[in-house]
């Protein structure tokens, strides 16, 4: 077991913010005053960092706008009824769902602490896990939707306007939604890409039920105009360049896996889902070069002359976990460590001595790590990872704010930019004041 898992260096970030992404953003304002339902989809691996701070403030001007700062609205039966107690019945419809997609690809365990412990800090939004891939998501958020449209029957139909970060899956969600809200098979409506930045304009709007009418809308995936400064940065632009959330050209992919390599040991420190890739025998590593070396070795990845492509076998890490690895990666135990009886017990090892049960890193997702003290009662478990998710979403709500405070959400560049548009402005109206004086004399 890995018992110290240093952080890995990372490059600085880089901007990428094509003008489709600052046109969507200059339009929100006006598309919200004519939506009922704000569909944000986050990607469930970085369910912090795919947070977009530039929709947030749109979005809350909005409620604000229609008085409903705080809505509470209780997901659907599993049965398919409609819930008998759903708040504003009648009033003008104004609700945030947070879809956290790709569920598959995050360990079962820590979905229900994070639901719990965002709940309690933002009941104004309803936090839904979702898969494509698995229809029983999809069928109950179509339920949900459905369900808050009834809310206002006096309404001929409710809009649905879907954002979110580029590359989450908001087209292929829409036309999943579709084929449960509209009876009878259906051609897929909107193209998808693995690429980010593939949808560049609004879409028309797309009917996603027929009682009651229900329309959706898909938007492009915005990008923040800067990642911001220093480690924060930096590791907010590699975690968004794995999921393929950003370019991957505008990274070098060793550093990818790198990151990649540090977040599965934190994952499963004691048997990351990358042994399978190394030769039988292999013990979990920090080090990338080693654990290039093995794997190139392992796969026989040589370039000629003989020596190892590790730059090959990087890539090839990289695209293994976002095929395959992310799902064996997502079946990560619960408990890696307790005592009993004076002993360590890991998936049906005992190891008789003690220190090997000190405190390990642990973690969910690639947003989410924290210590775990083996001496925490089992039966105490679940309540542990809801406190530890909320010390995180605390921490990264407090550290948001201060960033924004110190104005780390412009770069220098951007900064430049700004100064120079503000300088010719004063000069324009300079001009404008002498030409009118003369004007009057």
């Known amino acids: ?47 912090l960092t795919s947070i977009n701070q530039n929709l947030e403030g749109a979005i809350r001007k909005w409620r604000a706008e229609r008085g409903r700062d705080s809505t509470v609205i209780a997901p659907p039966s599993t049965s ?15 609700e945030r769902i947070v879809v956290l997609n790709k569920r598959d690809l995050v360990p079962e365990w820590g979905v229900e602490p994070f639901r719990k412990a965002m709940a309690s800090r933002f009941p104004d939004q309803i936090v839904h896990f979702a898969s494509v891939n ?12 459905v369900n808050i449209a009834k809310t206002n029957p006096h309404a001929m139909e409710m809009n649905v306007l879907v954002v979110g970060m580029p590359n989450v899956g908001k087209s292929t969600l829409l036309n999943s939604l579709r084929s449960f809200g509209i009876a009878g098979r259906r051609p897929k409506a909107l193209q998808t890409s693995a690429q980010p930045g593939h949808t560049r304009t609004l879409s028309t709007r797309l009917k996603i039920s027929e009682n009651p009418l229900v329309y959706s809308y898909d938007s492009p995936g915005v990008m923040l105009p800067f990642l911001g400064r220093g480690e ?36 499963d420190p004691v048997s990351p889902a990358y042994l399978k890739l190394l030769p039988p025998g292999s013990e979990p590593t920090t080090n990338i070069d080693i654990f290039l070396d093995q794997m190139a070795s392992r796969l026989s990845m040589r370039l000629r002359g003989g020596d190892l492509d590790t730059c090959r076998a990087a890539k090839w890490f990289v695209e293994w976990w976002r095929k395959e690895g992310g799902l064996i990666s997502a079946s990560a135990p619960k408990s890696l460590a307790f005592i009993s009886d004076g002993q360590q017990h890991h998936q049906g090892h005992c190891h008789p001595d003690p220190d090997a049960a000190l405190a390990i890193r642990r973690g969910w997702g690639f947003d989410f790590e924290w210590t775990v003290d083996p001496f925490t009662p ?24 201060e960033h924004e405070r110190l104005g780390g959400g412009v ?31």
């Open 1 to 47: 077991m890995l018992s110290a898992i240093p952080f890995p260096a990372l490059p600085a970030p880089p901007s990428w913010f094509p003008g489709h992404m600052n046109r969507f953003s200059k339009q929100l304002p006006a598309l919200l005053s004519r939506t009922d339902v704000v569909l944000e989809l986050r990607d469930a691996r970085l369910p």
């Open 232 to 267: 924060q940065g930096s590791e907010r632009g590699v975690k968004l360049a794995l999921i393929a959330g950003i370019k991957e050209s505008l990274y070098d992919v060793e550093a990818l896996a790198n990151y990649l390599l540090y977040r599965l040991n934190i994952l």
């Open 80 to 94: 398919g009824a409609a819930h008998p107690a759903v708040p504003g019945y009648g009033g003008m419809i104004c």
């Open 378 to 401: 089992m039966r105490a478990n679940s309540e542990h990872v809801e406190h530890k998710m909320g010390e995180c979403i605390d921490a990264c709500m407090r550290m948001a704010e």
């Open 411 to 441: 770069s220098q560049t951007q900064e430049k930019k700004r100064a120079w548009q503000e300088k010719q402005a004063r000069r324009a109206a300079k001009n404008k004041a002498k030409l009118a004086g003369r004007k009057g004399l």
């Open 134 to 145: 698995k229809p029983r998501d999809m069928k109950t958020l179509s339920e949900l939707l």
